[in-house]
């Protein structure tokens, strides 16, 4: 099962408390890991169960969209995302 208002996802090679730091200076409130394993520096035991290596693990970040999300914030935060893939991403 999932959930429809969250989205987990990783970019290859960057921490996911860079991208989460980076975000949360433009304005985005996105976390990193899963949701019970919040303020951990460690991988989650949610990630760990689903194979998830350590590497990837801290690259993962959590998108949760509340019910005043607007389509227009959820474009404006993937576009962000887009440009840092762009930037910190090794090729």
Known sequence: YQLP????L????VEGQYIMLECNRLGFAIST?????TGLQ??????EALGVADKKGKEF???SFGWNTSAED??????????????????
Request: aromatic share 0%; proline share 2%; with cysteine.
């Open 61 to 63: 970040i959590r998108i």
């Open 33 to 37: 890991g899963s949701a019970c394993s």
């Open 5 to 8: 208002s969250t989205l987990g």
């Open 74 to 91: 959820a474009k404006a935060l993937g576009e962000k995302l887009a440009i840092m893939a762009r930037e910190l991403v090794p090729l």
């Open 42 to 47: 460690t991988v989650s035991k949610t990630m």
């Open 10 to 13: 990783r970019l290859k090679g």
